[in-house]
């Protein structure tokens, strides 16, 4: 085998931050931003089998089924530009995920290397989540926090931004019940095998990587 692979899991509710400090991370450490919502997306808009299944569960804020969300990850970590590793984002967000990704993480020889955990309150959480724009290469901006340069216009290549479906009010409230109901174990899981590190996701975004970058080095 090669050197060895890092990798590290985002962990923390929808709107924490795990989109925007993942890509910010994978660039400075050379890895590859793996989120499973962005590939969900990508089929959703393609049009694809795994597309049409995954969006009956994401439009109501539900969680895609273990087996086809390991599927697609264990795709997705099996191409070349994964060799030295990966930002995870999204995943895992069941034990059930969490256990597979061990296993399959050990089948490579290789193992979860750190967890952030990025935490905010809830009421900060809804005023993110509202406001976020998304362009269709994944790059998450928002209206007040970190706008575009131009209002509804992609900074880097000036297609339209747009609003989640997922981002309304109604969904977003069950989308954080699901993160407690489903995701938040892991925040244990990962403390017991001491790989947990807590940053406060409440800071500005900058600060934010700042946080992390020491907690990586
Ligand atoms: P997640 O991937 O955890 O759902 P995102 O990275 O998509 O979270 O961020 C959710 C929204 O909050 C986006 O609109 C993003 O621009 C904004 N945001 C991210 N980090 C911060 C921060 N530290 N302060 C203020 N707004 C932020
Ligand atoms: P957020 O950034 O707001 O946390 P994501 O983009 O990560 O949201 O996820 C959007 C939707 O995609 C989820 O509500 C869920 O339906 C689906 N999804 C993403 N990742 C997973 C996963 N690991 N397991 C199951 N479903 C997932």
């Given amino acids: 085998m090669n050197e060895k692979a890092t990798y590290i899991v985002m962990l923390g509710p929808p709107g924490a931050g795990k989109g925007t400090q993942a890509k910010i991370l994978a660039e400075k450490l050379g890895l590859v931003h793996i989120s499973t919502g962005d590939l969900f997306r990508e089929n959703l ?21 273990d087996d086809v969300t390991i599927a697609m990850v264990k795709e997705r970590l099996s191409r070349p530009d994964c060799a030295k590793g990966a930002v995870m984002d999204g995943f895992p967000r069941t034990p059930a995920q969490a256990e597979a990704f061990e296993a399959l993480l050990a089948e ?40 575009p340069k131009v209002k509804w216009v992609d900074d880097v290549d000036g297609s339209p931004l747009y609003q989640r479906d997922d981002d309304k009010p109604e969904t977003v409230l069950h989308r954080i019940n699901v993160y407690y109901d489903q995701t938040s174990p892991l925040i244990d899981f990962y403390r017991q095998a001491g790989k947990l590190v807590e940053i406060d996701g409440t800071q500005e975004i900058e600060q934010v990587t700042e946080d992390l970058l020491k907690a990586v080095a």
């Avoid at 597309?51 to 089924?65: D, I, N, Q």
């Avoid at 959480?125 to 007040?144: D, Q, T």
Wanted: hydrophobic content about 40%; aromatic content about 8%; charged content about 20%.
């Fill in 45 to 65: 808009s393609q049009e694809t089998e795994l597309g049409k299944l995954a969006s009956s569960y994401m439009a109501k804020g539900e969680l895609v089924p």
């Fill in 108 to 147: 490579i020889g290789g193992k979860v290397d750190l967890v952030p955990f990025i935490s905010v309150p809830n009421d900060v959480l809804v005023e993110r989540l509202s406001g976020r724009w998304m362009s269709h290469a994944g790059r998450v901006y928002h209206a007040l926090y970190n706008p």
